[in-house]
């Protein structure tokens, strides 16, 4: 008996998460092959995978164990929220899916991924007082054709799940084809990037900053460009948000303050007797959040022989808000080095 009781034990610990004692992946996806084996036709069952937006922000901040709770107190959010018939699974980290079976159609899915949203979205109390406020994102996939496996339905909402973070998060986005289309018109684009790094293909054109009061000229923003082979000259708008997104943003934004100390190294030497030009370049969101950014930007300095107040770090209000404590470390790192630090494009973000 004991032996019984210690294997039923051992498969239920396979097959459930140990920290909500959700079902886990394994099982969710034997249940999602069953639902498709004994479904007759299209829109029967629907999978909603979600994910909690900026989760990882609680964690740095708050500490895992703040974000273990936070993940046990949506599992039980999702329990309340959901159908008898259904099934909440974590994923994984603060990724859940729900399978839903027995629809009579899209609009029922949406109810389901609506009555979601409202549940995760109340504050969650924690520690001394304080409440976090935490949104989900959602893909919702449906089979459409017959014949797809549970594989084709995960990553379909996986697909809409992007779209939903894309189109601004704490939202829910149902899978259509052309968001297919999408993803591998980006992914085309992610690899031509990436051969466009290892090419030096980016160019770093310089615009001149002048002074108003006389004219006299000051230094160069440097502004960078993509001279693709099959586009031509393609704008930064078009691929800084791959860049951003794959992140590739920091070998690329390595290449142009590489550049651009370059280009100031040059330009000084050729005039010694006048005063050093300045050099500018932008900084993303993503750069301000990597810590080792101010460690990179001493080295290219040392390396060109620029001295750092000779170079200007622009970023926006957008890229500070993103993440407050971590860009306020970066911003200060970069400061104590002697860099000037500009804010660009102020009051259009917030």
Known sequence: RQRLVLDRAMERASLHDALTGLPNMLLLRDRLAAALDAGDGAERLAVLLLDLDQFKVVNDLRGHEVGDE?????????????????????FGGDEFVILCPDLRDTR?????????????????????????????????????????????????????????????????EVFDPAMGQRIRARAKADADLRRALERRELEVHYQPIVALGDGALEGFEALVRWRSPDRGLVPPDEFIPI????????????????????????????????????????????????????????????????????????????????????????????????????????????
Do not use: C, Y
């Not at 959010?77 to 909440?88: E, K, M, Q, S």
């Not at 909402?157 to 998060?169: F, P, Q, S």
């Not at 022989?305 to 926006?316: C, M, S």
């Open 70 to 90: 936070l993940i046990k107190v949506v599992a039980d959010r999702l329990r309340d929220a959901v159908r008898p018939g259904d099934t909440v699974a974590r």
């Open 108 to 172: 029922d899915a949406v109810i389901v991924a609506e009555r979601v949203l409202g549940a995760i979205g109340a504050p969650v109390a924690i520690a001394d007082g304080e409440s976090i406020a935490v949104t989900p994102s959602i893909g919702v996939a449906m089979p459409t054709a017959g014949g797809e496996t549970a594989s084709d339905l995960l990553r379909d909402a996986d697909v809409a799940l992007h779209r939903a973070k894309e189109r601004g998060r704490n939202r829910f």
């Open 243 to 350: 860049a951003e997104e794959t992140g590739l943003i920091r070998e690329l934004g390595d290449q142009v303050l590489d550049a651009a100390l370059a280009a100031a190294a040059s330009w000084n030497a050729a005039a010694p007797d006048e005063r050093p030009l300045r050099v500018a370049v932008n900084v993303s969101a993503e750069q301000i959040a990597d810590a080792g950014l101010a460690t990179r930007v001493a080295a290219a300095l040392d390396h060109w022989g620029v001295q750092p107040d000779q170079l200007e770090v622009e970023f926006t209000e957008t890229a500070i808000l993103r993440d407050a404590p971590v860009a306020e470390r970066t911003l200060d790192a970069i400061t104590a080095l002697g860099v000037h630090v500009l804010l660009d494009d102020f009051g259009i973000g917030f």
